[in-house]
């Protein structure tokens, strides 16, 4: 197994800052906009942001929540591994809103996919958008792109892109692993 | 940093005593993220979406069978319900002819419920389909001994360590078989109280306490299930007669506050009122009756969505 890490350190937290003041640049002060965070890894992401957009906007209240997608993918059927499901904790109205989708990597687009219909059952955004930490160039399976981009990645499918956060793996990086 | 696959260790549910301790917490996990789903706006995901399932129902059911297609539908699946007494069972057709009938038709679970027990196993080892037992005689009913441990746990936090006091026809009761198992599994412990007739003779076995007398069983206990006298399943006459039963062991207010502490109540349903459970006990603010109901659809939910994940 090679390890080669990708992103880490005070670059780190460059792009999350980056990604911050994209996203006011289009949301102001957020008034009517809301973070979502994908579950599992996306969460992390996604408080990540929304911190750090507090503390460049001490006055915007800034509307926050994850969103488990467990069943709605489209591969009970066909993976034999079931995904653990996760809480869905969004205590605002989605109606309306400018909602950012937080996940830390974009693959295939199928997790994404999923989030919309997920999404949908809250309610009819006025704007989806999606901002992704790490973009796995070149592999998607549907017809489905990113509006905020922490790093592109060119990678085959048998690599595999891991974030990891301070949080609960002691390090913010990014890793690409490849067998032998 | 790999997410979790968790699996139930069986392809059927065909009872608790196949389950696991993790089996069960994995139900109760899930059950909990249904349970959000189903207090949403829009209360279905498409988890179920080309999946077919069955409801053979050779014994009367309300709350079971509408839970279960409750479930189902939330689920997105598709569903067929059959009940025996408007069916082709009465012109002396078997039981896996009946079962691998329905089966050609593409269909990819079978949830039954049949007066005799073992009929769930029987038809696992004989058909190619997921079972799911909803009750076979006076054996097993899996899904309510879930759905009951399950609301023992909302309102306590954990079942571990509560006494619960299982009341009335154990007997013929497969509630109470299947409560008894769960509920030692999840570490909690289990007093069965009846007429010494209801009470089938080696049930010490079990590792359960037996008493007879329902006072000293209320006592002693966090949790009461009330169980139904199953008329329908006695052949001979198991006491003098139901007002006698009604005087010795229905639970009335008088007693519930004439206690030392506050219990809950719960019943699997139907409820004979003003047998086993008064009126002002059932509707009381200790009885958890209709949050078994509510839990139902979650538990079931989760068991059908945790089967289907076992197909691929």
Known sequence: ??????????????????LCHQLIENHNDFSESAIVGIQPRGAYLAKRIGDELRRLQPKANILQGNLDITFFRDDIRTNKDLPQASATEIDFIVENKNVVLVDDVLWTGRTIRAALDALLAFGRPRKVELLVLVDRRFSRQLPIEPDYIGIQVDSVDSQKVLVSWEETDKKDQIILLSEK | MADQ????????????????????????????????????????????????IANIFFENSTRTKLSFELAEKRLSADTISFAASSSSVSKGETLIDTVNNILAMKVDMVVMRHPHAGAGLFLSKHVDAQIVNAGDGAHEHPTQALLDAFSIREKYGDVSGKKVAIIGDILHSRVALSNILCLQKLGAEVMVCGPTTLIPKYIGTLGVKVEHDLLKALNWCDVANMLRIQLERQDIRYFPSLREYTMLYGLNKEILDSLNKEITVMHPGPINRGVEITSDVADSKQSIILDQVENGVAIRMAVLYLLAGHRA
């Open chain 2, 5 to 52: 696959h968790p699996k139930l260790s069986t392809k059927h549910l065909l009872g608790i005593k196949d389950l696991t301790t993790e089996d069960i917490q994995l139900i109760f996990e899930t059950a909990d993220n249904f349970k959000d789903v189903l207090n949403r706006p829009i209360k279905k995901v498409p988890s179920l979406r080309d999946i077919t």
């Open chain 1, 1 to 18: 197994m090679q390890k080669l890490t990708l992103l880490d350190g005070q670059k780190f937290q460059i792009t999350i800052q980056r």
